[in-house]
């Protein structure tokens, strides 16, 4: 009897988990205290056959820190948990992909590693992923706490170094081809990436206040304010420089881009474009015809196409890219 007692007194404590997906399939598993959020998730993963889950309690707490163990998670025997399964997303940059899950800490990327195809160096950090916005060759992750990381050409885009302290309660981010603009949640913005497209806004940045929206070209932004009034800033041929039509953008309700022109609708249902004009930046061929426009999509090698409230469509720009229909 003493050594049956001191047999269990040595052995490995185990503990049992009930495991549920949200159609009801359950199944139990055992697994030692020492164990990791990971290794849990590891093995519903191939229980389940579904690569992409989430855990979460029974009090409604996610198991987002993977390298933690079930024991400092506080998880006990007997316990029910949740498996959430995610719809994974994919994001790429010129020559690298990211796939990731929305408020999920894991990012599998693959291709070229100064294009972002690598994210060892900062995978510890992506803890709650929120968005993932790309340039040519870096990648920039918005957290579910409102900051930033970002990975790719660390000569570029993928260095925040001097940002990062502003980088707090990011919304949205958008980017040029070399830069990234994000929007803060008192509507200003901070940018980083290359000056030339779009990475230096300190010439216009007392007007970025009550930022709504922000859409680019490959080399220049352009921001909706909560007044209908529109900031641009970047390369001035692609875009960067509004100031022909500033006294028109007025009650801008959308905004396109090109890779070189950016077209605005108005509130009264009419155009305003600017840009390179030939690549969709000047729309006066057709501007009396861009009455009631209603939405706008735009090629990226320089045409667009508006649809207007009867359902005919109006094109313009270059024609070899859909600029003549």
């Known amino acids: 009897m003493m050594v049956h007692c001191l047999a269990r007194a040595q052995s490995v404590k ?47 707490r996610v198991l987002a820190d993977l390298d933690t163990t079930l024991e400092e998670a506080e998880i006990k ?7 959430v399964l995610l719809r994974p997303q994919l994001a790429a940059t010129g020559a690298a992909f990211a796939l990731w899950c929305h408020g999920d800490s894991e990012v599998l990327t693959w291709g070229d ?36 990381v970002a990975w790719g050409d660390s000569e570029e885009a993928a260095d925040i170094s001097e940002v990062r302290d502003q980088l707090k309660s990011v ?5 040029t ?28 940045r007392n007007q970025l206040t009550g930022v709504q929206q922000i859409q680019a070209t490959g080399q220049a932004f352009a921001a909706i304010l909560a007044d209908g009034s529109v900031v641009t800033w970047g390369d001035a041929d692609c875009g960067g420089d509004s ?7 007025r009650g801008v ?9 950016f077209a605005a609708i108005l509130e009264d249902g009419s155009v305003v474009t600017w840009g390179r004009a030939n690549e969709g930046g000047d729309s006066s061929a057709v501007q009396d015809q861009l009455r009631g ?27 070899q890219y859909g600029g003549d229909s």
């Open 113 to 148: 590693p100064l294009c972002g195809g690598d994210c060892s160096a900062v995978r510890d950090q992506l803890k709650g992923i929120d968005q993932i916005a790309s340039t040519y060759n870096a990648f920039a992750a918005i957290l579910e706490d409102g900051s930033v």
């Open 177 to 204: 081809t070399r830069a990234f603009a994000a929007i803060l949640e008192d509507g200003s913005v901070v940018t980083f990436g290359d000056a030339d497209d779009g990475g230096d806004c300190s010439g216009v």
């Open 253 to 261: 309700q959308q905004i396109q881009a090109t890779c070189v022109a």
């Open 293 to 319: 426009v209603q939405q706008i999509q735009a090629t990226f090698f320089g045409a667009f196409a508006a649809i207007l409230e009867d359902g005919s469509v109006v094109t313009w720009g270059n024609a």
């Open 243 to 249: 100031s022909a039509v500033r006294d028109q953008l």
């Open 14 to 60: 185990m503990i049992s988990l009930n495991l549920c997906l949200p159609s009801a399939h359950s199944e139990l598993f055992t697994l030692k205290p020492s164990s990791t959020i990971q290794d849990l998730k590891t093995v519903a993963q191939q229980t389940f056959g579904k690569q992409h889950l989430r855990l979460i309690t029974a009090k409604g």
């Open 171 to 175: 919304q949205q981010i958008t980017s």
């Open 77 to 83: 025997d007997g316990e029910f948990l949740t498996a």
